[in-house]
């Protein structure tokens, strides 16, 4: 979808040397992307260099105009500004957020709730299967999955986010037109089809590894927290885990063994105050209101047991026991049990969090 | 080592009836046990209840005080009392220490500095592993490993805290003279042998249900912290943990695999505030000051890393980058480096530590 405003953004974003600092500068000067191409040489290099002011005044190269302008033809493609409406909510809390997005498919995702789901390159099967199956679960309860489409835990996050109602975001460090890493061809036009990409590279950036870090704050700042799967010390996923934080969102990150160098980098989050989740239900309960669940959540499946039932001889030592706290003679006494067996049934008790021990041997009922 | 003070001590426990807190009661009033073994009845019935002060009067069976002053004069069994100045001073700080410690082995391990390792009976073999590595590098650090004598975890560290000068300390639930379980006899012997086991149950006391939560209130009090290795939800090493947090002492667990039911305990820990440890340093770096290592401690081998060497170009760049935030643009032009080029090595740096970004894409140095 192309409109006048479009081509205004497009014609000053792609004059060369306007980065988003620049840009952003000079729209809080003009207004608008219109005005600042209006301006004289003289308006402008009070804000930027001589020869940036210049570049300005003479316009991006036609032929990338041109492509970028025909890109934005194909119906499924859109780029949102800063002054869009539909410009994702989240991504204006952010310390930088990028002036103008190209976007690839369902462009309503990027304000629909959403957790990031980063980790390894180089995951091991189960950090594979770990992503793909927290991405399901979440998306089945109508969470967005955002990632960054790298191969590893990337992929298979974007794999689970598709499963379900939730989606997929994918955030390219690249321009859209180039698909990088070429292994991930096929899921990037699944993602186009039913998920969404979005890049804030023009058309024809190649990958760089100066672009991926930028990448990454956008990939957080979409998202309400971010779940590191599998990650090494000193990679990048613990930056993106970084910022995420100093951008206000939830860290979570799902432990390993000791002797898995990339459990490492969850663990390090976790030392460094992330939350520790073994479960999809921990990240939601985590994040707890504001979502939109459009389907009502299921109780998660791993860490939780039902409360437990409690039989006849149970229930009479709960019901000698009271609601206060009593000396164990006493309650042995009262309920005529031996002490063997009394102290057996208070410390199953116990162990199901009906009843406390308290100091000196005195119990009390929880329940 | 028996004198008359531990006969006056053995008189009073071995009353059928006079458990720990009536003890504490009667001492109290009375100051020490000869002395209450003198009090009329009538001066008794104030505290106790009539029978009991009766049963006390009478004194213990013949044959079970005879047994007790039999088994102290065998040269390595000693009675440590609250009186005693050798009674472990920590056992002095938890809510309820026993009266009365039925000990063989070397006492003086008992003040030494402790950590715990606790954990499940049916361990994995890698939790095993874990435990006697853990347990071998602290007992090497001089740091004496205090635990349960029961199987898996528990049997473990006993053998790794043996591997080194800290030793061990075994705390069961029985009497002395009863080894529970069987299969850890040999152990238990060497363990008298060349470290330390404690009780306070009387002789012939056998394992009861009710006795091993009180056991491991002595395992969590003699150490400055606890370590669970492996532990299943709704376990004893979860009560132990929890009950070592209320002694104010720290709390340590191993994370494991989410799909592994012997890590769901360390993770309910963790979750709830117990340290996450990968080495044997993490724990000791917690634990800081106060212990007396007998050497001097080694390096972490896992998690630790060495300050990264900084190559010449690297070392320019931040030359270039000086002391204060830097827009990345003045920072590529001052190091005459491409973008490409600056961006990754600003990444290498951000990752080794020693630059943080800043949001509006500045840069400072941090080492």
């Given at each position: 979808m192309r409109d006048a405003d479009s081509e205004s953004w497009l014609r000053l974003a792609l004059v060369p040397g306007v980065g988003p600092a620049a840009m952003v500068r000079l729209l809080s000067a003009f207004g608008d992307p219109a005005r600042v191409l209006a301006a004289s040489p003289a308006s402008l290099a009070r804000l930027v260099p001589a020869k940036l002011a210049e570049a300005i005044r003479q316009g991006p190269a036609a032929d990338e105009l041109a492509a970028a302008l025909a890109w934005l033809e194909v119906p499924e493609n859109r780029l949102l500004t800063l002054a869009d409406a539909d410009y994702?909510?989240?991504?204006?809390?952010?310390?930088?957020?990028?002036?103008?997005?190209?976007?690839?498919?369902?462009?309503?995702?990027?304000?629909?709730?959403?957790?990031a789901v980063v980790g390894s390159r180089n995951a091991t099967p189960q950090g594979l299967q770990n992503a793909e199956a927290f991405a399901r679960e979440l998306s089945r309860q109508g969470w967005t999955i955002a990632s960054g489409l790298a191969l590893g835990i990337d992929a298979a996050a974007h794999q689970g986010g598709l499963a379900g109602m939730g989606s997929t975001i994918a955030v390219v460090g690249t321009g859209l037109d180039i698909v990088y890493p070429a292994r991930n061809h096929a899921l990037a036009r699944q993602i186009a089809a039913e998920g969404v990409i979005v890049s804030e590279f023009a058309l024809g950036t190649p990958g760089r590894a100066g672009n991926f870090p930028r990448r990454n704050r956008i990939i957080s700042g979409l998202a309400r927290g971010v779940l590191v799967v599998e990650a090494a010390l000193q990679s990048g996923s613990l930056i993106t885990a970084r910022e995420a934080a100093e951008q206000g969102r939830e860290v979570f990150a799902i432990p390993g063994s000791i002797h898995s160098p990339v459990a490492r980098g969850c663990h390090q989050l976790i030392k460094q105050g992330a939350k520790l989740v073994e479960t999809a239900a921990d990240i939601v309960d985590e994040l707890g209101g504001g979502r939109m669940p459009l389907v009502a959540p299921r109780a998660g499946t791993v860490a939780e047991t039902a409360a437990?039932?409690?039989?006849?001889?149970?229930?009479?030592?709960?019901?000698?026991?009271?609601?206060?706290?009593?000396d164990v003679e006493t309650l042995l006494g009262r309920a005529g049990l031996t002490p063997d067996r009394g102290y057996a049934m208070l410390l199953t008790l116990e162990l199901a969090g009906?009843?406390?021990?308290?100091p000196g041997g005195r119990f009390q009922r929880l329940a």
């Open positions: 994702p909510p989240r991504l204006l809390e952010i310390a930088d957020p990028p002036p103008l997005l190209y976007v690839k498919g369902r462009v309503e995702l990027l304000a629909a709730p959403s957790i437990p039932a409690v039989d006849a001889e149970a229930a009479a030592l709960l019901a000698a026991l009271g609601h206060d706290p009593l009906l009843v406390a021990r308290l």
